[in-house]
């Protein structure tokens, strides 16, 4: 079985079906974090491990929703239809046994992701932050902690992001010293923290920063190198990493790819959202829980709301 249709060098039938599943499996995925998540926020006032659980379980999903919508662009094809539903398959299934069986349980589906990125990872300037992603998939498995599970795929795949964007508003190529280094450095520093060194996180921040420096110039320039330090602030408090993600979700995720997934247009946001993410992170941090709370509530509802009344484009067959 192929697996995969290269984009304009595939029949255009079969790659219209499996695009339109692999956004639809997106789909899926994100509205599973969003409840997820608001389900997460209800239960810190109930039972603090099924707090944890839920909210780790909600970031998942939500960069599994991100970063698959995005996969024919980082690989130039479009997966199988049945690899895509297999993946989503095995994502539901590793959230649920991870309740007994730890982050392990997402080893399958790791294994898979991995695989439909090895299309696209060496060979093109393009592909070469997909070598960031491919370290955080691989180190998803052996998170021990809902903290260690933060620090992969999610974590990397801000940072892939990260070294996309800024590369290319710095008007230079990606290249793959650069791409290994942040990969490696972030590798690294997942076995200082599996060692009880947490300060190390800060490492791949610096990295990235070697590699594709910040242009502080907009919502997302300042929510960018907020992102890179915040995380480092791991050893005071495991929800000043956390909250960090709120933070860049609600300045580059949130504006710039939830549209896609929804086959919506992008609404026009103004610093709403930065601003709402930055105050539930002060709050959380303060040990001021529900008007931190209340914010995260409020950014999934308003991105809800926005997105699902902008303009719908259908996909159109060939």
């Known amino acids: 079985m192929r697996l995969w249709y290269v984009i304009g060098a595939s029949e255009p039938h079969t790659f219209y079906k499996s695009t339109v599943v692999l956004v639809k499996s997106t789909q899926i995925a994100l509205y599973l974090s969003a409840a997820l ?79 439909l990125y090895l299309r696209g990872v060496w060979g093109k300037p393009t592909y070469y932050p997909n070598i960031i992603t491919a370290a955080g998939l691989l180190l998803l498995p052996f998170a021990n902690s809902h903290l260690e599970a933060v620090l992969t795929f999610p974590l990397a795949s801000v940072y ?53 420096p910040p242009r502080i110039g907009d919502k997302y320039g300042v929510a960018a190198l907020l992102f890179r330090w915040l995380v480092a602030l791991g050893p005071f408090g495991t929800h000043l990493v956390y909250m960090a993600f709120a933070v860049i979700m609600s300045a580059l995720c949130v504006p710039y790819f939830i549209g896609a997934i929804l086959f919506r247009q992008v609404p026009s946001y103004g610093p709403e959202l930065v601003l709402a993410a930055s105050l539930s992170y002060i709050l959380r941090n303060l040990g001021i829980l529900a008007p931190s709370a209340l914010f995260v509530l409020a950014i999934i509802g308003y991105a809800v709301i926005r997105s699902m009344r902008e303009k719908y484009y259908p996909p159109t067959p060939p």
Request: hydrophobic letters at 60%; glycine letters at 4%; one cysteine or more.
């Open 160 to 212: 892939s992001l990260m070294y996309r964007i800024d590369t290319s508003r710095a008007r230079r190529r990606f290249t793959a010293l650069g791409a290994l280094s942040i990969a490696a450095t972030y590798v690294a520093a997942f076995a200082a923290v599996k060692a009880g060194y947490l300060w190390a996180v800060v490492a791949p921040s610096i990295a990235l920063t070697i590699a594709a």
């Open 37 to 115: 998540l608001a389900s997460g926020v209800a239960a810190a006032a109930v039972n603090r491990h099924l707090h944890e659980f839920l909210m780790v379980a909600g970031l998942l999903a939500f960069y599994h929703a991100v970063m698959y919508v995005q996969l024919p662009g980082f690989i130039n094809a479009t997966p199988h239809i049945y690899a895509t539903l297999a993946l989503l398959a095995l994502f539901i299934a590793a959230m649920a046994a991870s309740s007994c069986y730890g982050y392990a349980a997402y080893a399958p589906y790791a294994v898979l992701h991995l695989i």
